[in-house]
């Protein structure tokens, strides 16, 4: 089994920054690349970016694009979202998500095996 705790989420202004953070432990060697996604109130859930176990490949969502940068540091089972240039359309309960097996797809939700419980993410105005 493997355990995903994120944080970092907060309150921010609109075009400030957030970096979140996503805490791996247990069998996190069966993981081959971790994701963020999000879900907005009455929304479901969306990708958002995610990374190979080696870093050599990401992904990320076209909302984002440009905007966020994930990161992950293997030595401490983490994986890092930075969030710039925050949007009113970035809040969201952000969700970090571990993969296993072989990777076909980053951004569908049923890929992924294990997940946090979220970390809120506002942004006002």
């Known amino acids: 089994q493997v355990q995903l705790v994120e944080s970092g989420g907060g309150l921010v202004q609109a075009g400030g920054s957030l970096r979140l953070s996503c805490a791996a432990s247990g069998r996190t060697f069966s993981m081959s690349a971790m994701g963020w996604f999000r879900q907005a109130p009455g929304q479901g859930r969306e990708f958002v970016a995610a990374i190979s176990r080696s870093a050599g490949n990401t992904d990320y969502s076209d909302s984002v694009k440009g905007r966020f940068t994930i990161s992950r540091d293997n030595a401490k089972n983490t994986v890092y979202l930075q969030m710039n240039s925050l949007k009113r359309e970035d809040t969201a309960v952000y969700y970090c998500?571990?993969?296993?097996?072989?990777?076909?797809?980053?951004?569908?939700?049923?890929?992924?095996?294990?997940w946090g419980q979220g970390t809120q993410v506002t942004v006002s105005s």
């Open positions: 998500a571990g993969l296993t097996g072989p990777i076909m797809t980053f951004a569908a939700e049923y890929a992924y095996k294990y």
